[in-house]
């Protein structure tokens, strides 16, 4: 867990909540923005004259987005990311070995964040877009990385995301969640039997440095192919893990 900075700088708040405002919304008007903040409509003009003047912010007519220099700001990031680096030739392998979406994922700031994701044309993609932040307890991904955590990461990640169920089939309570780590930790791999989304399936295995988990690998798919050659699937993520964790630790 993060500790609370025991000096926190307003501005700097107002305009991080801004930015979000316009990451969660896709776009808003100088009212919408004033109200979530909180501020006159006339400070909050300052602020994002300021944001649009320095190109973070583009205003259109009424209304302000986002500006383009994020996906500047996110490529470079994850080019800079070792773990996305190594694993993505693996991916690629993974991909065209299977014909499924292949993912790999990292835990920040409480947050699963999706760092890649190569899926078939023709696969329904539910929307999981690069960079997307989520919670641990329902996709394969998530609780392959929560099951090597410590227990106080473990109950802050549970405090800022809930257990919601997605499904009937979700994990919704401390007690099933702990025995479902377990099984992931006896195993070596988790697996989302239809929690996210029905008839979907996804199996992962942790990426461990050390001892210490750094990611995730998954591949997803239609329920009933993916059972049809689950024994391979489980062969091609072992084999990827290991060169993954083996260039990380050597490179």
Do not use: C, W
Request: aromatic share 6%.
């Amino acid at each position: 867990m993060s500790d609370t900075p025991k000096r926190r700088i307003k501005t700097a708040e107002k305009v991080a909540r801004i930015l979000d405002i316009l990451h969660e919304e896709g776009e808003a008007n100088l009212a919408q923005i004033a109200e979530e903040i909180e501020l006159a409509k006339s400070t909050t003009h300052s602020y994002l004259e300021t944001l649009t003047s320095l190109e973070l912010v583009r205003k259109n007519n009424s209304t302000y987005t986002l500006g383009l220099v994020f996906l500047d700001y996110g490529g470079r990031v994850r080019k800079r990311s070792d773990i996305y680096m190594i694993a993505k030739p693996q991916l690629r392998d993974l991909y065209e070995a299977t014909g499924h979406t292949v993912h790999l994922a990292t835990k920040e700031f409480d947050d699963l964040v999706l760092l890649e994701r190569i899926n078939p044309d023709e696969t329904v993609g539910f929307g999981a877009h690069i960079g997307q932040r989520d919670h641990f307890h329902t996709p394969a991904l998530g609780k392959a990385i929560l099951a090597y955590l410590p227990v106080d990461d473990v109950d802050s990640i549970v405090s800022k995301h809930d257990l919601l169920g997605l499904t009937e089939h979700s994990i919704t309570t401390r007690e099933d969640l702990e025995a479902e780590l377990e099984t992931v930790r006896e195993q070596g791999y988790a697996v989302n039997n239809e929690e996210e989304h029905k008839n979907y399936k996804g199996v992962a295995r942790p990426i461990l440095l050390d001892g210490v988990v750094v990611g995730a690998i998954s591949i997803a798919g239609p329920k009933t192919e993916l059972e049809m050659s689950e024994e391979n699937i489980h062969d091609l993520l072992r084999s990827a893990t290991d060169r993954i964790e083996i260039k990380l630790q050597y490179d």
